[in-house]
């Protein structure tokens, strides 16, 4: 079962390439590949996003499985920003709420070390403090003690 690991922008995959030429020698509905891709990506709009297409050749199925994009590109688009900071000790890029951090999580808990949301949105706050964007009006490192301390239990349940 051959599988084709491409990077599609959410909601824009297209026959064209690289899913065309790299589906084509399989035998597959490439305009029904495309359709699928498009509707489980269309939360992602104007993100890229890994999509593996598994192709069994014999019986002409496939099945399509879309990756999450990279933590730093969800926050990015939480606060439509282009990048993050080049220096994030000192310049800061934008803020968000711990409900936003919530929401982050739970779009990546599946791809994250953390099966708890409180911890999953821990791992996106490490990532804010990479990219100079602060948490809740604070740099993300007191963000995080405030989590640690319980201020944000019962956002951050389950």
């Known amino acids: 079962m051959p599988d084709i690991k491409v990077l599609v922008e959410g909601n824009k995959a ?19 590949v495309v359709n699928q891709i498009n509707e489980k990506t269309k939360s992602y709009a104007g993100m890229k ?7 069994d ?25 282009e ?15 711990m409900a936003q951090v919530k929401k982050i999580a739970e779009m990546k808990i599946e791809n994250l070390a953390s099966y708890k949301i409180k911890s999953a949105a821990k791992e ?8 100079g964007v602060k948490v809740e009006g604070k740099p993300a490192k007191e963000s995080l003690k405030e989590i640690d ?10």
Request: glycine share 14%.
């Open 14 to 32: 297209s026959a064209g390439a690289p899913l065309g030429p790299a589906l084509g020698p399989l035998g597959v509905n490439i305009g029904e």
């Open 149 to 158: 301390e319980g201020k944000f239990d019962s956002l951050l349940q389950g």
């Open 49 to 55: 996003v890994p999509v593996t297409v598994s192709v």
């Open 83 to 97: 990048k993050g900071s080049s220096n994030p000790r000192t310049e800061f890029k934008g803020n968000l709420s």
């Open 57 to 81: 050749v014999a019986s002409k199925t496939f099945e399509i499985s879309v990756g999450s994009p990279p933590t730093s590109a969800l926050i990015k688009k939480e606060l439509g920003l």
């Open 124 to 131: 996106i706050i490490g990532v804010c403090n990479s990219m």
